[in-house]
């Protein structure tokens, strides 16, 4: 099997689960969660032995989905799985923001600097655009589950964060020819 589309499957695969398992249970949000967790476990471990290594960002969401969705069951309440979106987006910007401020640390570059080359100004633009674009995430996120029923959150979760995502991603493209080493 193409490791890329195997990685493909272990990222999405999860999250497809769930949006099937909500909707076939009636739309049961603690009904769908130990699916999602399971299945984001077993995409770790699969990671785990075709690489030889657990990839960070791999393990990071494994944790938390387990985490953020482990609170929704204990307690019942679904604002844990609703608030996990908005808390990782946080989490991302301040990383983004606080390591290149304070540190002087372009922890995008560190993640993406094999996949191209930029100058510093453009590691450091796109540093910022992501920092800022996970707030504009965080606060979009809080919109919705806050003002919507929980079908349009999850709808948004599954079927508008992502294709924002990757309109957001095809933006940078000017930036990264234009500072393309």
Do not use: C, H
């Amino acid at each position: 099997m193409n490791k890329s589309f195997l990685k493909f499957i272990t990222d999405f695969g999860p999250l497809l689960i769930f949006f099937i398992v909500y909707y076939k249970s009636g739309n049961n949000l603690l009904f769908a969660i130990p699916p999602l967790i399971i299945a984001t476990i077993v995409a770790v471990v699969i990671m785990y032995f075709v690489e030889n290594k657990i990839p960070y960002v791999s393990l990071t969401g494994g944790i938390i989905i387990t985490l953020f969705g482990g609170l929704t069951l204990y307690f019942d309440n679904p604002i844990f799985i609703y608030l996990k979106p908005t808390i990782v987006n946080i989490i991302f910007a301040g990383i983004l923001i606080i390591s290149k401020v304070f540190f002087q640390k372009n922890f995008l570059k560190f993640f993406l600097q094999t996949a191209f080359q930029l100058n510093e100004a453009g590691w450091d633009k796109l540093n910022f655009r992501w920092a800022y674009f996970f707030i504009f995430l965080a606060l979009l996120n809080e919109i919705v589950w806050r003002t919507q029923p929980e079908t349009t959150w999850v709808n948004f979760k599954v079927w508008g964060i992502l294709p924002i995502t990757f309109i957001f991603t095809l933006f940078q493209v000017p930036l990264i020819n234009k500072y393309k080493i």
